[in-house]
């Protein structure tokens, strides 16, 4: 079975770099297959009863210089690789970002980390992968 448009969700962490490895694989199962890299981030927020409480902008530019360095190491990594991928940065919920992008982009896989990088809010609100697979139309690879 080969797929048209894969979908890898990057996060840096290191089963985000053997998943970038396998859906490099699979892209190259077919000449047709293209490649897509997005790497989700979001500002943290703090809840104080029923209020959001402030959060100092330098935590918020943090935030987005780690993304922004997260995104160049897989353009690194693809390039180390030979591959040809576009790599995108967006803000968002992760799960509401690649379920929205693969319908808006036709994708026809995701390919996915078992666990990213988040450990108590994993515990809290489920894995990553867990939902996007729960949650996606198409099928999900998700990489241990």
Do not use: C, W
């Amino acid at each position: 079975m080969s797929f048209s448009k894969i979908l890898l969700a990057y996060d840096g962490s290191e089963v985000a770099n053997k998943a970038l490895e396998k859906a490099v694989q699979l892209t190259n199962m077919s000449e047709n297959s293209v490649l897509e890299v997005l790497h989700v981030y979001d500002f943290p927020r703090v809840f104080i009863g029923e209020g959001l409480a402030p959060i100092p902008p330098s935590v918020n530019n943090e935030v987005y210089e780690l993304a922004e360095q997260t995104v160049e190491e897989a353009k690194k990594r693809l390039a180390a690789m030979g591959a040809d991928a576009q790599v995108e940065l967006i803000q968002g919920s992760p799960v509401d970002v690649i379920v929205e992008y693969i319908k808006q982009n036709n994708t026809d896989l995701i390919v996915i980390g078992s666990r990213g990088l988040s450990g108590i809010r994993e515990f809290m609100l489920g894995s990553v992968s867990h939902r996007v697979a729960q949650e996606a139309s198409i099928p999900v690879l998700i990489v241990k």
